[in-house]
C-alpha cells in the first residue's frame, strides 16, 4: 500500500461522509458541515489516498490571531485502513504545514474512552493539558496540545 496525501475537497465529500459515518455515530458531523468545513479560508483539509481510494482524511482549523496555532477539528480513517499509519501519515503532514503558515502550536480535543485515539496523540508527542467535563454530552473530553 503507498499512501499519498493530498488536498481535500468538495468533489470527494461523498466519500469523506461515509468515511466519517464509520468513525461516529452521534458525533459524526453531517454532511453539510463537512461541505461547509472543506469551504471555510482558514481551513486545512487533506485525504490520504491508496490509489483512488480514500483511506482517511484530517481536517484542521488555522486560528489567525496572535498565537497562532491549528486546532484539530476531525481525523477519521476507514475501518479496513487502520493500523497502517494512515493516521500517522496525516497528523506528520498538517504538522509540516502548519508549521509552513507559522503555526506554533497544535491542540486538538479527544473522548476520554477514544483509546486508539488517544494513543495516537500522545505517540505523537501531544500532551495532555486539560479535562473538560461533558464535552461530548454525557462523555468528558481530554484536552491535547502539541508545540511544533
Ligand atoms: C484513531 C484513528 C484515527 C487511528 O488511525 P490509524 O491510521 O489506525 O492509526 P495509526 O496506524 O497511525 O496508529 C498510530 C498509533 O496510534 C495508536 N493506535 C492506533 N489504533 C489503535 C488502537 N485500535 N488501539 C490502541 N492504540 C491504537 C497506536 O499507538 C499506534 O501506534 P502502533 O501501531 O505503533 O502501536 C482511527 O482509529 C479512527 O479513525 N478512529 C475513529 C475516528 C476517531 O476516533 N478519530 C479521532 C477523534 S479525536
Known amino acids: ?29 453531517t454532511k453539510r458541515q463537512i461541505a461547509y468545513l472543506l469551504t471555510d479560508y482558514n481551513i486545512i483539509a ?7 481510494n480514500i483511506a482517511g482524511f484530517i481536517i484542521v482549523q488555522v486560528e489567525t490571531d496572535d498565537l497562532g496555532f491549528g486546532h484539530i477539528i ?16 496525516l497528523l506528520e503532514e498538517i504538522e509540516r504545514l502548519l508549521k509552513q503558515r507559522g503555526a506554533n502550536e497544535c491542540r486538538l480535543e479527544v473522548r476520554e474512552d477514544n483509546h486508539a485515539a488517544i494513543n495516537l496523540y500522545q505517540k505523537l508527542g501531544y500532551q495532555r493539558i486539560g479535562k473538560l467535563e461533558r464535552y461530548y ?12
Open 1 to 29: 500500500m503507498e499512501i499519498k496525501i493530498e488536498n481535500a475537497n468538495l468533489r470527494l465529500l461523498d466519500a469523506l461522509y461515509r468515511i466519517e459515518e464509520q468513525c461516529f455515530d452521534a458525533e459524526a458531523f
Open 46 to 52: 487533506l485525504v490520504a489516498k491508496d490509489g483512488p
Open 74 to 89: 476531525t481525523i477519521n480513517v476507514a475501518q479496513k485502513y487502520r493500523g497502517r499509519k494512515v493516521a500517522t501519515c
Open 137 to 148: 454530552d454525557s462523555k468528558h473530553g481530554l484536552y491535547f496540545k502539541k508545540p511544533l
